[in-house]
């Protein structure tokens, strides 16, 4: 990544990975974290996301409702492609992933981001 990164939309989920990562963004490039979360039905998952990341050093948090767009898009094609791993396993994160990126990028936009950064090992 360049050294003059001004701001980042961080994909958040509020766990080690990627509240490290916030800090080291934030020490290591001087710039600007937006911590970014998409909701696709996790529920209580997300309590606490945004006062945890601006806790952590983010200066906004974003949480976009992605609930009908995954199952309009995602999901319900899935369906009809009978998509199951091994035959009995919804591929829930796998399918999220498209969904969750493209939300992300309206957000990277709408912010004037020049970088984004997850936290996925």
């Known amino acids: ?3 003059n990164v001004k701001k980042v939309v961080l994909a958040y989920s509020g766990g080690l990975d990627t ?3 916030l800090l080291w963004l934030k020490e290591t490039y001087g710039c600007e974290v937006v911590a970014w979360c998409a909701d696709v039905g996790q529920a ?3 309590d606490g996301l945004e006062a945890k ?14 609930r009908e767009a995954f199952v309009r898009d ?20 796998s399918l999220a992933r498209p969904c969750i990126i493209e939300g992300m990028m ?3 936009a709408d912010v004037g981001a020049d970088a984004i950064a997850h ?3």
């Open 19 to 21: 509240s490290v990562i």
């Open 53 to 66: 990341a601006l806790k952590t050093g983010a200066v906004q948090y974003v949480q976009a409702d992605l």
């Open 74 to 93: 995602f999901v319900f094609p899935a369906f009809r492609a009978n998509c199951l791993y091994e035959g009995e396993y919804l591929l829930g994160t």
């Open 106 to 108: 309206k957000t990277v």
């Open 1 to 3: 990544m360049k050294k």
């Open 44 to 46: 209580e998952e997300l």
């Open 119 to 121: 936290g996925a090992t």
